[in-house]
């Protein structure tokens, strides 16, 4: 069984920043792609920043330039650096694993709240 665990979130005045970091371990098979989610309130659960064994990376619109997902391999360790926060990215924020067999895993989450 694999287990993720997300910690760093909390309250940031609008224009801050925020560091969230994401563990996993236990049975990994293959590790293929790791990526942050968040679901606001009211909203569906949406793609945050994905990035690959291959240090590939993708971001929703809405962070490009503001957001950076990176990965320590040997920690099997996932992370995202968010700069110039605004009040529409609070949400729960969820680490997820995905290996090469198509099977994903989740963290319970991580609460962000962007407010003055």
């Known amino acids: 069984q694999v287990q993720l665990v997300e910690s760093g979130g909390g309250l940031v005045q609008p224009g801050g920043s925020l560091s969230l970091s994401c563990a996993a371990s236990?049975?990994?098979?293959?590790?293929?792609?790791l990526g942050w989610y968040r679901q606001a309130p009211g909203k569906q659960r949406e793609l945050v920043a994905v990035i690959t064994s291959g240090s590939n990376t993708n971001y929703a619109d809405s962070v490009k330039g503001r957001f950076t997902i990176s990965r320590d391999n040997a920690k099997n360790t996932v992370y995202l650096q968010m700069n110039s926060l605004k009040p529409e990215d609070t949400a729960v924020y969820y680490c997820?694993?995905?290996?090469?067999?198509?099977?994903?895993?989740w963290g319970k989450g991580t609460l962000v709240t962007v407010s003055s």
């Open positions: 236990g049975s990994i098979f293959s590790p293929f792609a």
């Open positions: 997820n694993l995905r290996d090469v067999r198509g099977m994903s895993y």
